[in-house]
């Protein structure tokens, strides 16, 4: 049901407008871009890096970067988010989501580059993915956040999700938000992608 070809992957890109005037574009990454994230995670500070993998690591491990690049693989996705100026695109967040199709959850995790926080990227990121969301057909958005992380809790209460425990870890605290509703507001390419192929199945 999520699988998309690779040839598919530009016709879910979203160019969505930030506060500041400046297009966010968010794009499946690129089977070829290992090193530009590795990069973009080794460029985070270890404070972000912490939060982002709840615990200490510096980079992707190989195998693990592996999974980011195969993106649809077992409903897995990444993207990232990139600014554009002067012809040059600089990968500015990311995200990885997975969706599994029988309970209808979706669960996420996000980052933005440090020199970019606060121009609400994270606010814009997740409003998009709840739309990518609610296009799989998932029904709830979830993630995991370390309780100390006051950024993401202060981010996800305002956006409107709830807290709950964590199942198996003090340390975490979980975030969930319901969707069905959501992409009608806030379409994206992906979910406009679905209502076409809806329209044209009623048609048919
Ligand atoms: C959490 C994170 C994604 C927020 O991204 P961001 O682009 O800076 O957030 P936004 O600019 O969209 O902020 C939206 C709202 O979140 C809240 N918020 C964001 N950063 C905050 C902070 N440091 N302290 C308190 N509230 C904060 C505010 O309510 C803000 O609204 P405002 O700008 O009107 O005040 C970013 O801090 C980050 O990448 N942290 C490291 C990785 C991480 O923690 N990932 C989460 C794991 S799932």
Redesign the pocket.
């Known amino acids: 049901m999520a699988t998309i070809s690779l040839l598919e992957h530009p016709r879910h890109t979203d160019h969505l407008r930030l506060r500041d005037g400046r297009t966010l574009t968010v794009r499946f990454i690129g089977a070829d871009e290992g090193e530009a994230l590795q990069r973009y995670f080794r460029n985070?500070s270890v404070?972000?890096?912490h939060?982002?993998f709840?615990g200490a690591m510096s980079e992707l491990p190989p195998g693990e970067l592996g999974h980011f690049l195969h993106v649809g693989e077992n409903n897995r996705f990444s993207v990232l988010a990139t600014v554009t100026t002067d012809g040059r695109e600089t990968i500015v967040?990311e995200a990885r989501y997975g969706f599994e199709a029988e309970s209808g959850r979706f669960e996420?995790?996000?980052?933005?580059?440090?020199l970019?926080?606060?121009?609400?990227?994270?606010?814009?990121?997740i409003g998009n993915l709840e739309c990518r969301a609610a296009a799989l057909g998932a029904h709830v958005m979830f993630?995991?956040?370390?309780r100390s992380?006051?950024?993401?809790i202060?981010?996800a209460?305002?956006?409107g999700y709830t807290f709950m425990r964590h199942p198996d870890d003090w340390k975490l605290v979980r975030f969930e938000k319901p969707i069905d509703s959501i992409a009608e507001e806030i379409p994206c390419a992906s979910w406009k992608l679905v209502a076409a192929q809806r329209a044209l199945e009623a048609v048919a």
């Open positions: 985070l404070g972000s890096r939060s982002r709840l967040g996420f995790g996000i980052s933005v580059d440090d970019w926080h606060g121009q609400g990227i994270g606010a814009a990121l993630g995991d956040t370390l992380n006051e950024a993401m202060s981010l209460r305002k956006i």
